[in-house]
């Protein structure tokens, strides 16, 4: 783990149920790896999953990409929320409603973290056994602590 001077090891999810699905998350990976303190290592097969917390929506398509990069926690969480931003992202009323978009940051280098607005790993990673899942397939279950 390196929080400055040091690439780290960063797991990524992409998610999309609103819209071209797939597409969506070519372009948001497209996006992050056109940042040149991201560099793309892996990435898991996109694998559809029930929605959680409101189920009364589309199910996902869902990612997890594992990055190697230069950036802080906070500034890889600014570089995800940017390529949420530059896709359209509109955040709605419901905390876990539909969206064209999402990148999370599961995983950073072991790390745990929690503070206002980042926690790593992710608050909901528990809740969700396919994103563990492809953090197996792609090799990155050492991002977790």
């Known amino acids: 783990m390196s929080l400055s001077g040091g690439a780290s090891r960063a797991a990524?999810?992409?998610?999309?149920n609103v819209g071209a699905r797939d597409e969506l998350l070519a372009r948001a990976r497209a996006a992050l790896a056109a940042d040149p303190a991201i560099q793309l290592v892996a990435e898991s097969a996109p694998r559809d999953?029930?929605?959680q917390g409101f189920t009364a929506?589309?199910?996902?398509?869902?990612q997890v990409l594992l990055v190697r990069t230069d950036l802080s926690?906070?500034?890889l969480l600014r570089a995800c929320l940017r390529v949420e931003e530059e896709l359209g992202r509109v955040?709605?009323?419901l905390k876990w409603g539909p969206r064209n978009i999402?990148?999370?940051i599961l995983g950073y280098g072991g790390l745990?973290?929690?503070?206002?607005?980042?926690r790593i790993p992710h608050a909901a990673l528990g809740l969700r056994p396919f994103f563990l899942e492809m953090l197996r397939e792609?090799?990155?279950?050492?991002?977790?602590p």
């Open 138 to 144: 792609i090799g990155a279950e050492d991002v977790l």
């Open 102 to 104: 999402d990148v999370d």
């Open 91 to 93: 955040r709605g009323p």
């Open 12 to 16: 990524l999810s992409l998610g999309s």
């Open 112 to 118: 745990v973290l929690s503070e206002r607005g980042l």
């Open 57 to 62: 929506q589309p199910d996902f398509l869902n």
């Open 49 to 51: 999953t029930a929605p």
């Open 73 to 75: 926690p906070w500034e």
